[in-house]
Nanobody
Framework: QVQLVESGGGLVQAGGSLRLSCAASGSIPSIDRMGWYRQAPGKQRELVATITSGGNTNYADSVKGRFTLRRDSAKTTMYLQMNDLKPEDTAVYYC?????????WGQGTQVTVSS
């Protein structure tokens, strides 16, 4: 199994920055891909960014140039650096990990960006 715990959410002003962290435990070597999803009120959950076990990253068009996904050398912690935040970034952000055909989710962390 894989356990995911997010942290770092909070309230920031537009144009500010925030860094989210996702601590992973369990079968870390078996994780194929990790990433962040977000869900705003009245909207579907959407993919924000992903990183494969090989280090390849992918970003949603809406966050390219503003968000950066990275992980530590041990691959136990994943970070989402969010810069130039906008009110439309307000959402609950969820950490996600994929292991073969299994999917694991964190509990979510709230990010609120005031205008």
């Amino acid at each position: 199994q894989v356990q995911l715990v997010e942290s770092g959410g909070g309230l920031v002003q537009a144009g500010g920055s925030l860094r989210l962290s996702c601590a992973a435990s369990g079968s870390i070597p078996s994780i194929d891909r990790m990433g962040w999803y977000r869900q705003a009120p009245g909207k579907q959950r959407e993919l924000v960014a992903t990183i494969t076990s090989g280090g390849n990253t992918n970003y949603a068009d809406s966050v390219k140039g503003r968000f950066t996904l990275r992980r530590d050398s041990a691959k136990t912690t994943m970070y989402l650096q969010m810069n130039d935040l906008k009110p439309e970034d307000t959402a609950v952000y969820y950490c996600h990990a994929k292991r073969s055909n299994y999917n694991y989710w964190g509990q979510g962390t709230q990010v609120t960006v005031s205008s």
